[in-house]
Nanobody, 118 residues
Framework: VRLVESGGGLVQAGGSLRLSCAASGSIFRLYDMGWYRQAPGKQRELVAGITRGGSTNYADSVKGRFAISRDNTKNTVALQMNSLKPEDTAVYYC?????????????WGQGTQVTVSS
């Protein structure tokens, strides 16, 4: 599975961005998908996830501001980010995981930079 992110950029605090991840392959619908982020000097953390069944989960820090969605007909997963804060600044990565399999088998995109200015 090849993952390609798009939609990052520079935005002022309070603004919005929409990230998109396009996945190759015909079995996209079988993967759990997620968005992670990594800020300088910090560990990579889960921002939002969506299972192959459509269940979602969010980091506490983004609940009520971010929304993850997927379109299995287009092999895409999106992250709508509203009310952005400077602390949301990070490189955002798209992730694909096979349910029940070792996380060592996960697929990752190359990342897209999100910068929120105060």
């Amino acid at each position: 599975v090849r993952l390609v992110e798009s939609g990052g950029g520079l935005v002022q605090a309070g603004g919005s961005l929409r990230l998109s991840c396009a996945a190759s392959g015909s079995i996209f619908r079988l993967y759990d998908m997620g968005w992670y982020r990594q800020a300088p000097g910090k560990q990579r953390e889960l921002v939002a996830g969506i299972t192959r069944g459509g269940s979602t989960n969010y980091a506490d820090s983004v609940k009520g501001r971010f929304a993850i969605s997927r379109d299995n007909t287009k092999n895409t997963v999106a992250l709508q980010m509203n009310s952005l804060k400077p602390e949301d600044t990070a490189v955002y990565y798209c992730n694909a995981a096979i349910p029940g399999a070792s996380r060592l088998n996960d697929y990752w995109g190359q990342g897209t930079q999100v910068t929120v200015s105060s």
